[in-house]
């Protein structure tokens, strides 16, 4: 068994403490001692979320609180706009899609971000559109959304703004109330620093008003069953207690390092990573690179390769591209309780994988330019 180097967009790694945590015997969830720890997390997330309104917590991944927003908000035959840079964002089609709903896309090409201002011409040739749904950090290729920009613009209309901020949040800088975003989804496996399986989902006043007429086909997912229960520090259906309790350390990490420091630490991060990347002359993928991920281009389509040799000879574990990236790039993640020592280590260990592939690199420059940048710290 090799030690581990888990430097993937999700899942991140588990701080040992909070692990612990989850070695605890399970408590029940109708007891006050749940409520407790319950009402704790509850109004960590406000904090995290950066928001006034509730944050639900639910047992799914991050793809159910896509779900559970859009069958909270629309009805059969609504029409949506889709601002969608990549695989994820092209997620939201899919779902509203199989529910019936009428979806006008406004789509870039993989590595450009989603334009604000092509999203407000549309919402105004289209005056019946009620949401608008994008991607903040969009992990597929690695760039950050205009999420303020285009807050702005929808605030102006009757339509609702939701973002998926799955792999953002707590990695860097997203206000949900201050950028006027009316739904916010989240899961537990990205800047959260958790194993899978938690996500969480948020409303506005005015998302909760187009809650009250939304009559798409729902059940596990209702947002009025949550919110009864969310009134006594409960969940409608058993949640996964270990996970909320692994929760609450979490969150007593992030308060006490501070939201900021975590927005610093991946900015330093992510810029000294681009550096090592650039160094062994990989492009970088992303036109307007985000603070969590790194995608670069690799040459020959060996990315697949790369990502196998580092998992099977040194236990480091990257991603490779999805979709029509397969192959095409890879992506360090540096987010959560990913440190610079592990990126160090995934640096070193990225260049005798390169070599030995036959890319003609020179080893110890991707190392030394990360160092370089962390140097003036
Ligand atoms: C990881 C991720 C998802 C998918 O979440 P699951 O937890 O796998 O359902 C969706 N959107 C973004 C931006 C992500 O990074």
């Known amino acids: 068994m090799l030690k581990q180097y888990l430097l993937t967009p999700g899942p991140t790694p588990v701080p040992p403490q909070v692990a612990l945590k989850e070695a605890l015997p399970i408590i029940h969830h109708r007891t006050d001692e749940f409520a407790s720890i319950y009402k704790d997390i509850s109004e960590g997330l406000k904090y995290v979320f950066q928001t006034k309104n509730k944050v639900y917590t639910l047992a799914c991944s991050g793809t159910g609180a896509m779900e559970m927003a859009i069958v909270n908000l629309l009805s059969p035959n609504d029409e949506i706009v889709v601002a969608s840079c990549g695989n994820f964002g092209d997620r939201w089609i899919e779902i509203a ?18 334009s ?8 105004k040739e289209n005056p019946n559109i009620k949401a608008v749904f994008t991607t903040f950090v969009e992990t597929s290729t690695g760039v950050v959304n ?61 998302a909760k008003e187009m809650v009250e007429v939304s009559k798409l086909p729902k059940f596990y997912f209702d947002i009025k069953k949550y919110k ?16 909320i309790v692994a929760l609450g350390e979490t969150i007593k990490l992030i308060k006490a390092k501070k939201l900021n420091t975590f927005w610093n630490d991946c900015k ?4 000294a990573t681009r550096k090592g ?36 000879k040194y236990s480091v574990f990257i991603a490779g591209g999805q979709g029509k990236l397969k192959g095409r790039v890879i992506r360090f993640a540096h987010m959560g309780y990913i440190s610079k020592a592990d990126l160090l280590a995934g640096f070193a260990c990225l260049e005798m994988v390169l070599s030995e592939l036959g890319v003609n690199i020179e080893k110890g420059k991707a190392v030394a330019a990360f160092q370089e940048e962390l140097s003036g710290e």
């Open 268 to 271: 330093l991060f992510s810029k």
């Open 146 to 206: 205009d999420i303020k920009s285009i807050g702005k613009i929808v605030a102006n209309t009757n339509a609702v703004f939701v973002v998926d901020a799955i792999s953002g949040i707590v990695g860097q800088e997203f206000k949900t109330d201050l950028w006027k975003v009316d739904v916010v989804v989240s899961a537990s496996q990205k800047g959260f620093m958790l194993p899978p399986g938690l996500a969480f989902i948020t409303f506005s006043q005015k």
């Open 277 to 312: 990347m650039q160094a062994l002359e990989l492009k970088l993928f992303a036109k307007v690179p985000c603070e969590v991920v790194t995608t670069a281009v690799v040459p020959k389509n060996i990315g697949e390769k790369i990502v196998k040799i580092l998992r099977k």
């Open 228 to 243: 009864k229960f969310h009134l006594k520090n409960q969940t409608p259906f058993t949640p996964p207690v270990t996970l």
């Open 97 to 114: 899609q199989s529910y019936g709903i009428k979806v006008v896309s406004v789509c870039v090409e993989w590595g450009e971000v989603v």
């Open 116 to 123: 604000p201002l092509q999203i407000e011409k549309t919402l």
